[in-house]
């Protein structure tokens, strides 16, 4: 069975720090690059960091520095260690293949930066 689910959203002030998690089940990601993706209203959903399955990361421009991405496979799970937030990362955030993500969406996780 195919399922993404995130967590680790809230409401923060500018400059604080959220960490994400993504559990997934189905053996299309067991070993995939996975990725975090994010949505802000009326935007297009952006792929901001990616890993693979042997642990290499790649950055968006716009969180590099301040984002980790990071996974344990024997958990399937991925995580996206957010640090110094700013008001133009509120979106919601949702974690797939990358950098071709699959037509399964999880529900996603609300962060809210507040300036």
């Known amino acids: 069975q195919v399922q993404l689910v995130e967590s680790g959203g809230g409401l923060v002030s500018a400059g604080g720090s959220l960490r994400l998690s993504c559990i997934f089940s189905g053996s299309i990601f067991r070993f995939a690059t996975m990725g975090w993706y994010r949505q802000a209203p009326g935007k297009q959903r952006d792929l901001v960091a990616r890993?693979?399955?042997?642990?290499?990361?790649n950055y968006a421009d716009s969180v590099k520095g301040r984002f980790t991405i990071s996974r344990d496979s024997a958990k399937n799970t991925v995580y996206l260690q957010m640090n110094s937030l700013k008001p133009e990362d509120t979106a919601v955030y949702y974690c797939?293949?990358?950098?071709?993500?699959?037509?399964?969406w999880g529900q996603g996780t609300q962060v809210t930066v507040s300036s």
């Open positions: 890993i693979t399955f042997g642990g290499g990361p």
């Open positions: 797939n293949s990358a950098p071709v993500p699959r037509d399964y």
